[in-house]
C-alpha cells in the first residue's frame, strides 16, 4: 500500500491539487481553532489549509512522498505542520489530546474501519469535532462510468450513514448527508461522485 501511494506522490503536480477540499473548507472555520489531527492527510493540502487558520496540526500518511509535499507545502505558506509517516494501526497518541479530526476521503479496509474510527474517537477530547467527507457506497456506480472520478473499488471500503451513526453514536449529529457533487480535485478526484459528509462532536463526559 505505501509504494501505491508514493507512486501516486512522487510526481511534481499534487495529485489532489493544493486547495483544501470544499467541505473541509466550508466546515472547519466555524469551530475556534485548537489541536487538529489529519489522518490520510497525503500531500498535506487540508493540514496546510487548518495551520494556515492558527490550527495545530498533526499530519499522518503512508507516505514519504507525500510528507515531502506537505512539508514544503506548508513551507510555501508559511505555517507548520508535523506530519508522521505511519498507519494508525500501528501509531499511538494520547487519549482526548485533539479538539478536531479531519477525515477526508480517508477510506480504510472493511475489516479495520469501525476499529479505526472507535480508535480516532478516543483521541478526540469531549465536545471535540469531527469533519467527514468520504465516498459513498451509491459511489461505485459513478466510479465504473466515469475512472477519473476516483474512490475505492471496493464497496465495503465506502461509507454509508449508517455506518457513520454507528461508528460515532455518542456524537451530535451537525451535518449527515449523501450528496452527488462534481469534484474537481487534482487529477485524481474529476467528475461527479457520490459523497458522504459528517461534522459531529463528541459527547462531554456526563457528571
Not at 32 to 41: N, V, Y
Not at 81 to 86: C, K, P, Q, R, S
Not at 173 to 191: D, F, P, Q, S, T
Amino acid at each position: 500500500m505505501n509504494q501505491k501511494w508514493d507512486e501516486r506522490y512522487k510526481d511534481q503536480e499534487f495529485a489532489y491539487g493544493k486547495d483544501p477540499n470544499m467541505f473541509f473548507k466550508e466546515w472547519l472555520p466555524k469551530f475556534k481553532s485548537g489541536s487538529i489531527l489529519m489522518p490520510a492527510d497525503g500531500e498535506g493540502r487540508n493540514g496546510v489549509f487548518a495551520a494556515r487558520l492558527g490550527w495545530k496540526v498533526t499530519s499522518f500518511d503512508l507516505s514519504v512522498e507525500g510528507q515531502s509535499k506537505a512539508l514544503q507545502l506548508s513551507k510555501d505558506n508559511g505555517v507548520a505542520l508535523e506530519y508522521i509517516v505511519g498507519d494508525l494501526e500501528q501509531l499511538q497518541f494520547e487519549r482526548e489530546t485533539f479538539d478536531a479530526i479531519g477525515l477526508v476521503y480517508a477510506h480504510f479496509s472493511s475489516e479495520k474501519k469501525s476499529m479505526f474510527h472507535k480508535k480516532l474517537n478516543d483521541y478526540l477530547r469531549p465536545g471535540g469535532i469531527i469533519i467527514l467527507e468520504a465516498f459513498s457506497k451509491n459511489h461505485i456506480h459513478f466510479s465504473k462510468l466515469d475512472p477519473k472520478v476516483g474512490g475505492p473499488k471496493d464497496i465495503d471500503m465506502l461509507y454509508s450513514k449508517a455506518e457513520i451513526i454507528a461508528d460515532f453514536e455518542d456524537y451530535e449529529i451537525l451535518v449527515l448527508e449523501e450528496e452527488e457533487i462534481l469534484l474537481n480535485e487534482g487529477k485524481y478526484h474529476i467528475g461527479k461522485g457520490s459523497v458522504i459528509r459528517f461534522v459531529g462532536r463528541k459527547a462531554t463526559n456526563k457528571l
